[in-house]
């Protein structure tokens, strides 16, 4: 119920924006839903929107109001299902971009240090570019990683699970992620 009540409402805040061009009242549309949702702390609908919207896992700067909510109301269950889902796309699409690089052997390190300034995973032309994907859709999965750890690190909570993530990808191993369902509501 999450995904299709989100854009419901998100469709009455389109209708009622100002003069903004298109992509700007979406993303502000975007915003106004989820902090209406946060402030009446609607946390496993927002979950579920995210996850249902978001589904190549470039939502991480959407959704850490949500991860900061979740840690600081105690929901760690819904914390870690969110991180954890959306790590899991994330390294699903590595993966994908990663195999036709596989014979190149081409290392972490140099993924990690290559400059993708400029990719814009949203253009059919970069996908022409496999190495920059690649590095990008790897650099933005430590980059989760991170932001993953440092909210379980200021909550006092153990860091594991990223931690054997990362891990498992700096070998260029796909980790094993276990994902809950969430819970109804």
Known sequence: ?????????????????????????????????????LASKEYTALVKAILGNWTSGNCVPYMQPLTAALVGDGEHTLHRTLWARTIQRQVERFFREYAA????????DALLAADTRGFDEHDVNGCFDAPKACAFLLQRLFDSLAIWRGELVDAGMPCTEPDAIGASLRRLRKPPISVSRLPAG
């Open 1 to 37: 119920m999450g995904t299709a009540r989100f854009y419901k409402e998100m469709g009455a805040v389109m209708r009622d924006g100002d003069e903004h061009d298109h992509a700007q009242r979406m993303q502000m549309a975007y915003e106004a839903v989820r902090d209406a949702w």
């Open 101 to 108: 690089l596989r014979g190149s052997r081409i290392s972490v």
